[in-house]
């Protein structure tokens, strides 16, 4: 079995900043992209921002320039970097990996897994 546990939510002022973690782990082989997205209080959630096993990063266009997603390979572990935060950044943020392969039991298997969120608060 494959947990995600993240750290790093709380409260921060408008202009503040936060890092967000979130390590993956268990009988891992592989995982393909790694994301974060948020839950606003009454709203859907949404994609913040995602990073593929080479790299590559993709944004919200609400925080475009003010987030960093990063990943450690090794580690199993994925951060979000947030910036400059504002008030309508406030949310439950959770990570989530689409394609974790594990071994079980010699075999190997591919399933999504969410982290259990973490609160960010940010007061103006």
């Known amino acids: 079995q494959v947990q995600l546990v993240e750290s790093g939510g709380g409260l921060v002022q408008a202009g503040g900043s936060l890092r967000l973690s979130c390590a993956a782990s268990?009988?891992?082989?592989?995982?393909?992209?790694m994301g974060w997205h948020r839950q606003a209080p009454g709203k859907q959630r949404e994609l913040v921002a995602v990073i593929s096993s080479g790299g590559t990063a993709n944004y919200a266009d609400s925080v475009k320039g003010r987030f960093t997603i990063s990943r450690d390979n090794v580690k199993n572990t994925v951060y979000l970097q947030m910036n400059s935060l504002k008030p309508e950044d406030t949310g439950v943020y959770y990570c989530?990996?689409?394609?974790?392969?594990?071994?079980?039991?010699?075999?190997?298997?591919?399933?999504?897994?969410w982290g259990q969120g973490t609160q960010v608060t940010v007061s103006s």
């Open positions: 989530n990996m689409p394609d974790v392969t594990s071994s079980v039991g010699g075999y190997r298997k591919t399933t999504e897994y």
């Open positions: 268990g009988r891992i082989v592989s995982i393909n992209d």
